[in-house]
């Protein structure tokens, strides 16, 4: 779809002022090449530049993170918030620990995260952060002193009503135990809802861990089931091996399909029996070591790939969760050509531009993650409910709440692209809509 000419100036315009930040770039164009209809229908959203704004950052906050190694050297990592629109809510969006970490797609993610944080219904704003700190091969207590630095700073910023983060890529339950308790030594205040993704021991909350993977298994079968399919006996391929993918497939393989593949940066494995999830969990989860150890301990029906693509693999439904762009336009066309009937986000934009339009074209029904990995996000805003009364849910409940949210957000995606003459487009649905929920807070609340 070509952009409306009023949005046109506007995307030019944030192109220019964020030099070399693609990721950034990329994220803003596909939302504003969205938004075409919804200026058409009510101009009034195009007013007091709010556009302009809802694409530049409240606050940026760049700092230095100095931490000592094992062997008493000093390194030195760049530490990142960027606290993107509190129109809804305290600005809310996981760290991110990895080397690739910069400005501009701690911008990407913020930006993204504002829209989907509004689609999840609660009163969350949107942020995001992070550094470009390695955690691969560090030892706990290196982790651990990076992490205390990294709060040592970050704790100024951020606060249950001001600023919550959780974890992204690198940061898990482990990282946010380290943080949460540099936090509340430098504060001296037991604030349970600053951060989110916290262990069952000290305030977090049940299925946070599974949530994101969880709801985009929700998504993806709700939408599956809009056109009379289910999971059962589908082929699926989940790329990565982390947080997302782990429990994307434990709930897949509840909901009867068969896990073919997943993987890690250092290839993807194969197994025709089916994933054994139990072994990757405990390759990931526990021994933190890489996925081409489950080819060497299954033997047999497993295979390690190095080199090559995991969307490779034929399967029925792709479920990319590790990272940005890790899907291209030609591994799009490998999947339609083996016969690909649905795409799940659960990582953020990891289908370039390119594979996007490609499955859209094919009548591939695609979730965009924005929509579809929501439910992690959803399920730290239930965390931090149960934080402010302090309560604690059962899982059950937990997961019945996270099930509800995602129906909606499926729904309010299918009948906001209707709405607006695209039908089954859930890119289109998942912008529009979020954007109409964060615009109106932002009209009614002055030029800020
Ligand atoms: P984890 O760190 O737990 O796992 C990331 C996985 O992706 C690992 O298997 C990792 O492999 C792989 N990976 C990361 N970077 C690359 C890369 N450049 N190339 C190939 N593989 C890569 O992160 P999460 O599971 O938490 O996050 C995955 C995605 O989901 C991200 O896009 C994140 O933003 C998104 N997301 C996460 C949410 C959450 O609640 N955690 C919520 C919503 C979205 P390796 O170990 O080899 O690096």
């Not at 090449?33 to 906050?61: F, T, W």
């Not at 295979?303 to 034929?314: A, F, I, K, L």
């Amino acid at each position: 779809m070509g952009i409306d000419e009023k949005l046109e100036p506007i995307l030019a315009e944030v192109l220019r002022r964020n030099p070399g930040e693609s990721e950034f770039h990329q994220a803003v164009t596909e939302v504003l090449h969205s938004l075409g209809p919804v200026i058409a229908k009510h101009p009034e959203y195009a007013d007091s530049a709010l556009i302009e704004r809802l694409c530049e950052p409240e606050r940026q906050i760049i700092f230095r993170v100095p931490w000592q190694d094992d062997a008493g050297k000093v390194q030195i990592a760049r530490g990142f918030r960027v606290q993107f629109n509190s129109a809804l809510g305290p600005y809310k969006g996981g760290l991110r620990f990895h080397p690739t970490v910069n400005l501009g797609i701690i911008k990407f993610l913020g930006f993204e995260q504002t829209f989907k944080n509004a689609l999840t219904g609660m009163p969350i704003g949107g942020g995001k952060g992070g550094s470009d700190f390695n955690p691969r091969g560090r030892s706990d207590a290196e982790v651990m002193r990076f992490c205390q630095s990294f709060m040592t700073e970050l704790h100024r910023h951020i606060g249950e009503y001001t600023d919550v983060p959780a974890g992204d890529i690198g940061v898990g339950g482990r990282e946010i135990g380290y943080m949460f308790g540099q936090y509340k030594r430098l504060t001296n205040r037991y604030e349970a809802g600053v951060l989110t993704g916290k262990g069952l021991a000290y305030g977090g909350s049940r299925a946070r861990t599974e949530a994101t993977g969880y709801g985009a298994s929700y998504f993806v079968n709700r939408m599956l089931g809009a056109r009379k399919q289910s999971f059962e006996g589908k082929r699926v391929v989940v790329s990565g091996s982390g947080n997302v993918a782990l429990y994307t497939m434990e709930k897949l393989i509840q909901f009867g399909a068969k896990i073919v593949a997943c993987s890690d940066s250092g290839g993807y494995v194969v197994d025709e029996n089916g994933i054994d999830l139990a072994l990757v969990k405990e390759l990931k989860e526990v021994r933190r070591s890489r996925i081409s150890e489950y080819a060497k301990m299954k033997g047999g029906s497993a295979r390690h790939v190095e080199r090559g693509s995991v969307w490779d693999v034929p399967c029925d439904v792709a479920m990319p969760s590790a990272t940005q762009n890790e899907l291209t336009g030609k591994d799009a066309r490998v999947l339609i050509k083996n016969g690909i009937v649905a795409v799940g986000e659960g990582a953020n934009m990891p289908s370039t531009p390119d594979a996007v339009r490609a499955f859209q074209e094919a009548g591939v029904l695609f979730a965009p993650g924005k929509a579809a990995n929501a439910g992690g996000v959803a399920t730290s805003a239930l965390e931090m409910q149960q934080n402010a009364s302090r309560d604690s849910w059962t899982f059950e409940q937990t997961e019945a709440r996270l099930a509800e949210i995602m129906k909606n957000i499926h729904d309010t995606c299918a009948r906001t692209a209707e709405e607006y003459g695209a039908p089954g487009d859930y890119v289109l649905g998942a912008n529009i809509a979020g954007f109409i929920r964060v615009a109106e807070a932002m009209r009614s609340l002055g030029v800020i």
